[in-house]
């Protein structure tokens, strides 16, 4: 997919796409985003507080977590959750730096990866460890990205936006997720009006008390009360 076909702009929400050599994204009003001399365009409007990086330490400590092996058996879940079948588009909202969107590239090299985040120092990261295209967004709108255009949104330990990412999945999508083994119950509650529990796996060999990998298919429609 190129880099357009992702993105809608978040001033007017109308479909970006690529300009001639490939150095911004334009909508049919106009608005025009460049992308950076570090490979991701940067989807903001105004300024965020919100929208920062963490410390090189810190994020230094969570490579060496995921680099130490304490987490393969996360990545080797979500791997084997994936659907099966033609090339896979996934959007990836972790936080774990793409170390799981790497396993899932090195297992299909047909997937297309787009990173998402609104740290530029995590996004640059994960773009690099994955191959990924990457997208810096505002963690408080809707995220600037098409409707129906994935096939999996991963979320590794990170926030969960369960409408915007029922929005993103194209019919017959799944949602896999990483969490504290003791959040499941929590999180099936969260994510019940938009997506229905599928799979769980759970990785006792991890730090704490271990994790549930999540798999969740989005529902045709909310339900609503």
Do not use: N
Not at 51 to 68: F, P, T
Not at 118 to 127: D, E
Not at 205 to 216: C, F, I, K, Q, S
Request: hydrophobic share 50%; glycine share 14%.
């Amino acid at each position: 997919m190129s880099r357009g076909g992702w993105f809608v702009c978040p001033v007017c929400g109308r479909e970006l796409e690529g300009v001639a050599g490939g150095g911004a994204l334009r909508c049919s009003s106009g608005h025009a985003f460049e992308v950076g001399k570090r490979g991701y365009v940067a989807l903001v409007v105004g300024r965020s507080a919100l929208v920062r990086s963490e410390a090189a330490s810190l994020l230094d400590e969570v490579d060496a977590l995921w680099g130490s092996g304490a987490y393969a058996g996360v990545a080797e879940a979500v791997v084997a959750m994936l659907p099966a079948g033609a090339a896979v588009r996934v959007v990836d909202v972790g936080a774990d730096l793409g170390h799981v969107a790497e396993a899932v590239r090195s297992a299909r090299s047909d997937a297309d990866v787009l990173v998402v985040s609104s740290s530029p120092g995590r996004l640059v990261r994960a773009m690099g460890r994955a191959g990924a295209e990457g997208v810096l967004v505002d963690p408080v709108r809707a995220l600037p990205v098409r409707d129906g255009v994935a096939g999996v949104v991963l979320c590794a330990f990170g926030a969960h936006r369960p409408a915007e990412f029922h929005r993103v999945l194209a019919g017959g999508g799944v949602l896999l997720l990483a969490v504290d083994a003791f959040q499941v119950g929590a999180v099936d509650d969260d994510l019940y009006p938009w997506f229905e529990h599928d799979q769980t796996r759970i990785v006792a060999e991890t730090p704490g008390e271990g994790v549930a990998v999540l798999r969740y298919r989005r529902r045709r429609r909310p339900i609503t009360w």
